[in-house]
């Protein structure tokens, strides 16, 4: 059984972003302003662009069939759909150079990533999750850098430095009081200087401090361990969704919105498939932390 969660002192709401709050400069807008127009004291994660995660895995198939034009294309994308929100986030200025060079050293070095795989057609587990990290790292970079363009007192956290994993590539499990630990000393003052932390969701660091991912949809695990570590008041998932479903809304469109779950049905409809939630999102909170569940297209 995990520890209890930490009791809640300094009120912190954590929200979560997920990739289709994500898609586009308008949706990135959005999802600024609902942290601009938040409460405080707030932590944000964020995931990977709508459809990154799924674009850096085709990758790994063209990098394993030495596609190598497609490999080009879908790293040559990608760059350029970063490129384009960061430019869209903060018009002008140092900020908006540092936030492009970044970004431009990030893809530099993916493809660097690319270079020996191509040639043996195939892609360790670890450079997988290394990989797939860009996604997420990169977005949550735009989002700090926006905020700030707004005049929101932001800065950038690396998940490496606050989720401790088992290692396990592709599927890591976090390991709770570790990351309790480093959540609190590094988010806490961070908090204090009345700055809202963004942090990169779905990955953590394994054993030797390298990346590993959590697993499809890990973004919400994160959320819900920070949530913990910090004793938050709230967490809420901005989704594309209007809630938790009674049923799969593209296969079952009248479906409606579940007004309250505790949380061992949440899980439960979680381990069996629900999108919504990451199947392991709950474990870190047991009962103390209320999850809201939000449509980010209507706050
Ligand atoms: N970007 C990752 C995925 O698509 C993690 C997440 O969205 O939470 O699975
Ligand atoms: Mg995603």
Known sequence: MPERPARRTDGVTVHKFGGASLADARALQNALSIV????????????????????LLSLVRDLSAGNDSAVRRTIGDLES???TAARAVVRRGADRQRLLRLIDAAFAELEALTRAPLLLRELPPRAVDRLLATGEELAAQVFAAGLSARGVAATYVSALDLVVTDGKAGQA?????????????????????????????????????RVTTLGRGGSDLTATLLARALGARAVFLWKDVPGFLTADPRVVPDARVIPQLNVREAAELAYYGAKVLHPRALIPIARRVPIFVRPFDRP
């Open 36 to 55: 601009e127009k938040g409460d405080r004291p707030a932590v944000v994660v964020v995931s990977a662009f709508a459809g990154v995660t799924d674009s």
């Open 81 to 83: 759909r970063y490129e």
């Open 173 to 209: 499990s976090p390991i709770l009081p570790a990351t309790d630990r480093k959540v609190r000393r590094i988010l806490r003052p961070c908090l204090q200087k009345r700055r809202v932390p963004v942090v990169p969701g779905f990955i953590g660091a394994g054993p030797e401090g």
